[in-house]
């Protein structure tokens, strides 16, 4: 996969993926948050296959679906070597946790964990939580990090 990155000035950046089989993307992200798909078939330069325009909400949930923050898939190939030794995993807050009811604010995350989503029942993703989110029993929070880190998160709960 190749990707390349141009400045837009006064719109944004444009950004150019081009996979294996020569199909490429475009994504254009605006200034304002908009972003701009197009998809091109290996070989058309003129006229997208098809196109996409996208809020800054979408654009991040279809991120966090790409990235398998909503669907965790068995890991294929060298995809843990590709991490190193950074993992990602999801940590669920049960019911009497020290940490149920608590913002995330409060919270003192072990060095090197970061908590990219909280995914809470009957509610839609909350994708990069700020420090306001209070936690709830049920919840389940995407954490990256090392494994060292990630796995100090979990005994805190």
């Known amino acids: 996969m190749r990707v390349e990155e141009v400045v837009l000035p006064g719109v944004g950046r444009k950004f150019t993926v081009t996979v294996g089989s020569g199909d490429r993307i475009v994504i254009v992200v605006h200034n304002s948050g908009k972003r701009e ?57 049960l019911p009497g946790s020290p940490l149920a009811g608590r913002r995330l604010g409060e919270i003192a995350l072990p060095p090197g964990a970061h908590i990219l989503a909280v995914d809470r029942p009957g509610a839609p993703l909350i994708p990069h939580p700020g420090p306001e989110v209070v936690l709830e029993p049920g919840d389940t929070l995407v954490v990256a990090g090392s494994r060292q880190a990630v796995e100090a998160l979990r005994r805190q709960f």
């Open 37 to 93: 798909l197009q998809y091109f078939e290996a070989g058309e330069e003129d006229e997208p296959a098809a196109a996409l325009d996208l809020t800054d909400e979408e654009a991040r949930e279809l991120g966090a679906i790409l990235a398998g923050v909503l669907f965790h898939p068995e890991a294929v190939g060298d995809t843990e070597s590709k991490l190193g030794s950074k993992v990602i995993e999801w940590v669920r807050v």
